[in-house]
C-alpha cells in the first residue's frame, strides 16, 4: 500500500493535481494509463521493461482502497475508482520447483562442500532458508523478517507476521528443525534478526531475492524466487488431499488462488476421476443389484482401462 500512494503522491505533484478532495476518476485513469506505459522499475533486473499488468491491477485494488477509506472518513464525497472497471488480467499459472531440482539446490548448499569457516556459515545458513521455503508457505518478506525467538524448537514451529499484520503460526519437519539447529549453532550474534551475513549484518529481503536468483542460476533453474516454492508447497499439499481450510490457516490466505488448483495437472484429475468416478460408483451399485450397465450390450469391460466395441476393433484409453 505505501508504495502504491508513495507513487501517487509523486505523481500528482509532477502534474499538479488538486487537493484530495477535487480529484476525479479521469485523474485516476490518467495514472493508471501512465503506470501501464513507464517503465518498470525493477527493469534492470527483469526482462520486463515496463509493470506487468497484474502490478497494475494490484495498485488499482490498493488505491481502491485507499479512496474507499477517504470516502468512510469524509474527506471525499465519491470514489473516483467506483467507475473505473476492474483491470482484467490474465492468471498464469506460476511454475513449480520439481523434487530433483530441490536435491540440486541442496547440493549446492550442502556444507560439506565448504572449505572456509565463512563458507560453512554460508552454506549452512543457505540450507536452513531452502528447507524453510520447502517444509512452509513462508513469503520472503516474512523470511527476511524472522528473528531468533520466531523458531521453537521445542514445539518444531515458526512464527511469522503476515500481511495485514496478521501473526500465524507455522508447523515444521524434522529435517527444517535440524537445519534450522546446525544453523543456530555457527550463528554468534546479540542481533535479533534470524538471517545473517559473514559479517554479521541482518540479510533482507532484496538479498534474500539474489541470493536465490544466483543459486538457481547454479542449478540450472529459471527465474528461481520465493514465491515458487510458496506456489509447491501449495500444490503439493492440494495433492496429498490436504485440506483447504488448514492451507489457509497455515499460509495466510484469505482464498486459496484458482492458479495452485490448475497447476494440478491432468494426470493429477485423471487419478482422482478414476478414484471419485460417479460413473464408476453407479456402475458398482449396478452390479451389486445384478444389473448390467448397457441395455444393448455394447460395451463389454475388458479390464479396468480397456473397453471392447463388438465386432468393433477394440481400442485403449490412454
Known sequence: MEICLRGLAEYARAHRWPGVSRITTLHVEEYLVYLQERPSQLG???????????????????????????????????????????????????????????????????PRHARTPAERFRALRNRAIIWLLVDTPIRRAELAGLSVDNIDLDAGTVTVMGKGRRERVMPLGETSLLALWDYLQ?????????????????????????????????????????????????????????????????????????????????????????????????SQQLKAHGRSGSKTGLLESRGPLELRVKKKKSFQIK
Open 44 to 110: 534492470k533486473r527483469s526482462p520486463k521493461p515496463r509493470l506487468s499488468a497484474s502490478s497494475v491491477e494490484t495498485h488499482y485494488r490498493r488505491l481502491k482502497t485507499f479512496f474507499a477509506w477517504l470516502k468512510q472518513r469524509g474527506y471525499i464525497e465519491t470514489n473516483p475508482l467506483d467507475l473505473i472497471q476492474h483491470p482484467k488480467i490474465e492468471e498464469r499459472v506460476i511454475p513449480t520447483v520439481p523434487d530433483q531440482q530441490i536435491l540440486d539446490l541442496l547440493e549446492l548448499v550442502d
Open 186 to 282: 555457527v550463528r554468534q550474534s546479540r542481533l535479533t534478526h534470524l538471517w545473517l551475513d559473514e559479517h554479521g549484518y541482518p540479510l533482507t529481503a532484496e538479498g534474500i531475492y539474489i541470493f536465490l536468483k544466483r543459486l538457481g542460476k547454479r542449478a540450472g533453474i529459471l527465474n528461481l524466487h520465493a514465491h515458487r516454492f510458496r506456489h509447491t508447497f501449495a500444490t503439493s499439499y492440494l495433492r496429498s488431499g490436504g485440506s483447504e481450510r488448514y492451507l489457509r490457516i497455515v499460509g495466510g490466505w484469505r482464498r486459496i488462488p484458482d492458479t495452485y488448483f490448475r497447476t494440478i495437472d491432468a494426470e493429477d484429475v485423471a487419478r482422482a476421476h478414476r478414484q471419485l468416478s460417479p460413473g464408476d460408483r453407479l
